[in-house]
Every structure is written in structure tokens, then in C-alpha cells.
């Protein structure tokens, strides 16, 4: 057993684990934060991305361990502080850039983190950026335009 210490979404978790624990499967099986979703199980879908040190990373590629003493942000740290959506999450929304849902919480967490490095991205950097996340509904048009929404654009014509 691994003793890992981690700060999710603003709070300090403690807990012994096997060592061979996946962080998506630490955060949802041990810390019940399903919102973080496992797709493919292969690193390619772009389901399970979260933020570890301000990073964005495929938590199904990454042991817990290997996250003790990080800081860790999940779809479920996303949303304001009275609990309402957060400018991503409401741009997905107001823009309709989901469809099922499933991919949703990989696209605003990879997303965010593109906002945050390029605040005001292009269309083509949005697309290049989301590459590694996997949208089988949607077509990526709205998954754009939410983006864009997000950074305080519009969509060029």
C-alpha cells in the first residue's frame, strides 16, 4: 500500500492505496468524483482529463502516486462558488457544445487549460488544442464556438 496526501478541487484527501492506482480511478472509485470520466482506457479519448499542478493530464495515464502533495482540480472544482456554472461550462451550454455529455468534462477541463496559456485563442488553435479529446456526437462545430464563447469571441465567419 501507497500513502498519497493530494489537494482535489481545494481540499486535502488522504488516503492508502495500491500503488498501481490510476488517478481516474482514485478519483472515482475512492473519492466518489465520477465526473471525470474513463472512455477508452487507452489515453486517447480525452474523457478523463483533469488539471494536476495547473497541468492538464489524462488522469487514466497517471498513478496516484505519482500525484501525491499535487494539487488536483476535476470537473467538479469547475463550477463558481455558489455552485453555478462556471464561463466554460456555461458557454458549452448556452452554444450547445454537448450532445450526450460524455466528453464534456475532458473538452471544459482541456479547454480551461487552454485558456488559460492562450486567453484569446483562433478558431485553429481551439481545434489543434482539443485534438487529443474525442467527441463522437457532437461534429466539434458547437465544441468551437463554446470555446471561443468562453474566451469573449465569436466565431469567425
Known amino acids: 500500500m501507497a500513502h ?49 499542478n495547473g497541468m492538464a493530464v489524462k488522469s487514466c495515464a497517471m498513478f496516484t502516486v505519482e500525484a501525491d502533495g499535487a494539487v488536483v482540480d476535476t470537473i467538479e472544482g469547475a463550477a463558481r462558488v455558489d455552485g453555478s456554472l462556471g464561463v466554460i461550462q456555461q458557454a458549452f451550454q448556452d452554444h450547445h457544445g454537448l450532445q450526450c455529455g460524455f466528453c464534456t468534462p475532458g473538452m471544459v477541463m482541456s479547454a480551461a487549460a487552454l485558456l488559460k496559456d ?40
Open 4 to 52: 498519497v496526501s493530494i489537494a482535489v478541487n481545494g481540499q486535502t484527501r488522504t488516503a492508502d492505496i495500491d500503488p498501481r492506482t490510476l488517478l481516474v480511478d482514485f478519483l472515482r472509485d475512492t473519492l466518489h468524483l465520477t465526473g471525470t470520466h474513463v472512455g477508452c482506457d487507452t489515453s486517447q479519448c480525452g474523457t478523463c482529463v483533469v488539471h494536476v
Open 118 to 157: 492562450i486567453p484569446k485563442p483562433t478558431a485553429a488553435q481551439v481545434r489543434t488544442h482539443l485534438d487529443g479529446n474525442i467527441c463522437r456526437c457532437t461534429g466539434y462545430q458547437n465544441i468551437i464556438k463554446a470555446v471561443m464563447a468562453a474566451s469573449g469571441q465569436d466565431m469567425p465567419a
